[in-house]
Nanobody, 127 residues
Framework: QAQLMESGGGSVQAGGSLRLSCAVS????????MGWFRQAPGKEREGVAA?????????YYADSVMGRFTISQDGANNWLYLQMNSLKPEATAMYYC???????????????????WGQGTQVTVSS
């Protein structure tokens, strides 16, 4: 199980950009999929994006962020990133990075399959 730590959150105006980072340490070799999730006040946590931890790994996105957010990782798989462009107020939430060992079991949206989670970083988008 990996240890994760997010950073890069902050406050921006609508239309602005932010780049979130997640430092991955520990047994990262056991992680097959990395994902970003978010939770707005009073709402359930939802999947934002995910990436398979292989060279040229497949990526997946929630419909609400498609075309505006980009998930990526460094070559050594020690860092996970989420580039967020054209931010909307609806993106205001606590953002979490997560890791799971399962490669092909279940949907990338299945939060119960992710066994390692970061503490979260706050993103606030104002109009």
């Amino acid at each position: 199980q990996a240890q994760l730590m997010e950073s890069g959150g902050g406050s921006v105006q609508a239309g602005g950009s932010l780049r979130l980072s997640c430092a991955v340490s520990g047994d990262s070799y056991r992680s097959c999929v990395m994902g970003w999730f978010r939770q707005a006040p009073g709402k359930e946590r939802e999947g934002v994006a995910a990436i398979w931890r292989t060279a040229g790994g497949s990526t997946y996105y929630a419909d609400s962020v498609m075309g505006r957010f980009t998930i990526s990782q460094d070559g050594a798989n020690n860092w996970l990133y989420l580039q967020m462009n054209s931010l909307k107020p609806e993106a205001t939430a606590m953002y979490y990075c997560a890791a799971r060992a399962d490669c092909y079991s279940g949907s990338w949206r299945s939060q119960e399959t992710y066994k390692a989670w970061g503490q979260g970083t706050q993103v606030t988008v104002s109009s």
